[in-house]
T-cell receptor, first 113, second 114 residues
Framework: GENVGLHLPTLSVQEGDNSIINCAYS??????FIWYKQESGKGPQFIID?????DKRQGQRVTVLLNKTVKHLSLQIAATQPGDSAVYFC????????????FGAGTILRVKS | SAVISQKPSRDICQRGTSLTIQCQVD?????MFWYRQQPGQSLTLIAT?????????ESGFVIDKFPISRPNLTFSTLTVSNMSPEDSSIYLC???????????FGEGSWLTVV
């Protein structure tokens, strides 16, 4: 698919292992963060979000951690499955931008069976 | 969540022509945006589609090249004008109910310019 590629870092994990995808964001004024999953041939799919007044949020099999001190965001996927293979993007929303999102470069997650 | 439909989903376009992409949301939303995603890359915001007024464009994008309409709270169009092969990209519509809430995306319109 068009998203697999030449320009994005890749994380390869064994099925059943936990995955950690990292993201460094740029704007200390950002107060809202979202992780998206993009499968080949599809649009970005919302996974989980977190606001700047929190440092951790959990969903189903996913956890987002926010470290505002070093402007770092991570997505943890527990018990990674083949269906988790996709490109993962973090996005930040600086307070002055309203709902506009600034996207990170993206990470390809490949799950080996 | 909002369900966002885009048309066309794919197209192959001749150099120099223009194509209009439609975006329909299943509920009224305050915020609508258009993004571009070039092959193998991340998403870049083109503009914010404002209901009843001119769109707000990001640096590097201009109205003559990417005219946008937003006649109501559920619909928007993006036109890619006078296309060149460099315009070959995925164009994505996104929407959110109000400021500070989750932004959802359509499936994208995959344009190839030949």
């Amino acid at each position: 698919g068009e998203n697999v590629g030449l320009h994005l870092p890749t994380l390869s994990v064994q099925e059943g292992d936990n995955s950690i995808i990292n993201c460094a964001y740029s704007n200390s004024a950002s107060d809202y963060f979202i992780w998206y999953k993009q499968e080949s041939g599809k649009g970005p799919q919302f996974i989980i979000d977190i606001r700047s007044n929190m440092d951790k949020r959990q969903g189903q099999r996913v956890t987002v951690l926010l470290n505002k001190t070093v402007k770092h965001l991570s997505l943890q996927i527990a018990a990674t499955q083949p269906g988790d293979s996709a490109v993962y993007f973090c996005a930040e929303s600086p307070k002055e931008y309203g709902n506009k999102l600034v996207f990170g470069a993206g990470t390809i997650l490949r799950v080996k069976s | 969540s909002a369900v966002i439909s885009q048309k066309p989903s794919r197209d192959i376009c001749q150099r120099g022509t223009s194509l209009t992409i439609q975006c329909q949301v299943d509920s009224q939303v305050t915020m609508m945006f258009w993004y571009r995603q070039q092959p193998g890359q991340s998403l870049t915001l083109i503009a914010t589609a404002n209901q009843g007024s001119e769109a707000t464009y990001e640096s590097g994008f201009v109205i003559d090249k990417f005219p946008i309409s937003r006649p109501n709270l559920t619909f928007s169009t993006l036109t890619v004008s006078n296309m060149s092969p460099e315009d070959s990209s995925i164009y994505l519509c996104s929407a959110g109910p109000q400021k500070g809430n989750t932004i959802y995306f359509g499936e994208g319109s995959w344009l190839t310019v030949v």
